[in-house]
């Protein structure tokens, strides 16, 4: 990992404590990070590796995304907000596992770089996989945890603004 990388990362990870304050969940709420995330993922994949075991590790990994975007997804906190929009803040648990989710990749790609290539070598060996299946299974957790929670937030705040305002409907019908 370049500078550029542990920067982008350090980024990532500021974004998750902006986002412990309510912010309203409209059309931009979904828009603004998938942009960013298309634009990060046309940097770094170009290609997919498929030699030996690399779609298995890339599959693991991409789960491991969904399962953690899924889990933040659900641990953040979604209202009703005043205008008709929901509400949602990341609290705790939800923030708690995307910087675990970031934390992760970091540390990996510490630990590559410090000493730990070796290892990771004999393992890709042993396993059959190709030195450019890391970066491409690395990103690919990434992505799908991003886009799996802002998807899944926005999907709630989409619910709770259905119910808010069927609850309004009949609530001014019985008056």
Known sequence: MTTTDYLINAGFIFIVCLQAR?????R??????LVILFFVAQQYLHTIPVSGNDLVLVGLLASAGVALGLLSGFATHVR????????????WVAGGLLIAGISSRIVFAFVVTHGGEPA?????IAHQISAAAWPVAL?????????VRV?????????LQ???????IS???AA
């Not at 931009?28 to 990070?33: G, K, T, Y």
């Not at 259905?162 to 309004?168: I, L, P």
Request: proline share 4%; aromatic share 6%; charged share 25%.
């Open 139 to 147: 990103v690919s957790m990434a992505i799908c945890e991003v886009t």
């Open 171 to 173: 609530a001014g019908a």
């Open 151 to 159: 998807v899944s937030v926005y999907l709630r705040g989409r619910r």
């Open 162 to 168: 259905a119910a808010c305002g069927a609850t309004t």
């Open 120 to 124: 990771i070598r004999d393992f890709s």
């Open 22 to 26: 309510d912010r309203r969940l409209d």
């Open 28 to 33: 931009r709420a979904l828009v603004i990070p």
């Open 80 to 91: 009703p907000g005043n205008d008709g929009f929901a509400i949602a803040r990341v609290g």
